[in-house]
């Protein structure tokens, strides 16, 4: 069966929740404080349910070290990631401010000292988080692409996915507690595999973040200066 991985299509979910109702918060500067808390918290806990997923797959921890890497050379990301420890230790709250916009309001991030923020790359906490959960939006959409014959019920639930996994329908059907040859049916009556296989997927939980994934996609360059 593809890895639990839906626990991460959920923490993304939970994170994207946070992330619009911070979006639209206005000057309330309380609410706006408690939502972005929020929002630096469950996007650190996508990529935590992430690496839980993947474990122990071939090639996995390759393949997070690359993006620990781009992480870490990221000042977006490593503020982020800052952020969250003194969030969870220190309990300092980084939205302190506002301005007017020709748009709305802009909430400023800042340490709390006005004046001592050189490690903030974007004071504009809107377009930060923005920016930041398009690079975890972009980490989960990679692991989808590198592992989702393992991880994807769309594509472990296919004839690629039977090749990959070097697995058989009969396969596909124990895996779901039915009897090996269960959608299997004698005689000539056009039943081919890839029949078979697809009401196999019907009955296999699917992932429910390919939309949010493509809504934030790719982010551009200058996410990771």
């Known amino acids: 069966m593809p890895r639990p991985f839906g626990i991460v299509d959920t923490k993304l979910e939970e994170a994207e929740y946070f992330f619009e109702k911070f979006q639209k918060c206005g ?18 806990s996508v990529t935590f349910a992430l690496q839980a997923s993947i474990s122990g797959i071939e090639d996995c921890e390759d393949w997070y070290k690359v ?14 990631h800052n952020c969250r420890t003194d969030i969870q230790h220190v309990g300092r709250n980084f939205v302190n401010g506002g301005v007017s916009g020709p748009n709305g309001p802009i909430l400023l991030l800042s340490d709390g000292s006005f004046g001592n923020d050189e490690f903030i790359p974007v004071q504009n906490a ?7 959960f398009r690079i975890v939006c972009q980490i989960v959409g990679d692991a989808y692409i590198k592992f989702g014959h393992i991880i994807d019920p769309d594509v472990f639930f296919s004839s690629e996915g039977l090749r ?14 039915w009897p090996r040859g269960w959608t299997k049916l004698e005689g000539d009556n056009g039943f081919t595999d890839e029949d078979r296989i697809a009401l196999l997927r019907r009955s296999a939980a699917i992932s429910n973040c390919r939309n949010l994934l493509q809504k934030y996609a790719l982010p551009p360059d200058e996410v990771w200066n």
């Open 67 to 80: 993006w620990q890497r781009r992480l870490r050379d990221s000042r977006l990301a490593r503020f982020f």
């Open 126 to 132: 809107f377009l930060a988080t923005d920016l930041y």
């Open 164 to 177: 990959l996994n070097k697995l058989t329908v009969e396969d596909l059907e124990e895996e779901l507690g």
């Open 27 to 44: 000057w309330n500067l309380r609410e706006a404080q408690f939502l972005f808390n929020a929002f630096v918290s469950s996007t650190r």
